[in-house]
């Protein structure tokens, strides 16, 4: 096993859980929340500060000055003058490229795909649902009406395509983003593990 596994998702589609469970079949390591950690850990910011910028976007002006900062190597007085949110989001980039680099894992969401874009041993996946099976997961997990999972569904999605439009080159859930989409909501959660474990192994004994 040497392939690399970025996993982008809808809110309420179970990818987390997905991920974690794929992980576990291949006996690699998964990364959601424990990569804010690891950045905070490499970069000397407090995790509270990644986790308050974690996946969520920032405008236009900024994203031009961060793009150009990065491409052409940041020195430390351009790093200084940094929004804040630019600097979370290269702490967590070169941390995506470290744990990529120390062997196969998991990867959730914050534009692992992208980071690892240049990787031939990547593989990068969408899971999306249908939203009622998304409003029933969210209700389950966190005890709210309808509404309010409905709300909040829409909310995280809404960041989550924002950043990821914002930082990478490709579009959030559009099938050209990514090698594979799967809707986990036909198979549920552990048929989706199996299907996503099964095209893991073919992609493998393609590249042998």
Not at 77 to 101: E, H, R, Y
Request: aromatic letters at 12%; hydrophobic letters at 35%; proline letters at 1%.
């Amino acid at each position: 096993m040497n392939t690399i596994i970025t996993i982008g998702r809808q809110y309420g589609s179970g990818g987390r859980e997905i991920g974690e469970k794929v992980a576990a079949h291949f006996g690699i390591r998964f990364y959601d929340k424990e990569l804010l950690t690891r950045a905070a850990k490499e970069s000397g910011f407090c995790e509270e500060m990644l986790a308050n910028h974690d996946e969520r976007p920032t405008n236009s002006f900024l994203y031009n000055l961060v793009m150009d900062t990065y491409s052409f190597g940041y020195n430390a007085s351009s790093f200084v003058d940094m929004p804040i949110s630019q600097k979370v989001f290269l702490a967590q980039f070169d941390t995506i490229k470290k744990i990529a680099g120390e062997g196969p894992c998991v990867i959730v969401g914050r534009c692992a795909d992208y980071a690892l874009s240049d990787w031939d041993n990547c593989l990068n996946l969408f899971i999306y649902a249908d939203e009622k099976a998304r409003v029933r997961r969210i209700c389950q997990k966190y005890e709210l009406s309808e509404s309010k999972a409905r709300d909040m569904i829409l909310k995280k999605d809404k960041q989550r395509q924002s950043y990821y439009n914002y930082y990478s080159s490709g579009k959030w859930g559009r099938a050209d983003s990514y090698d594979l989409c799967i809707n986990s909501s036909v198979l549920g959660v552990e048929g989706t593990v199996k299907l996503i474990c099964q095209y893991v192994q073919d992609f493998e004994s393609q590249r042998s």
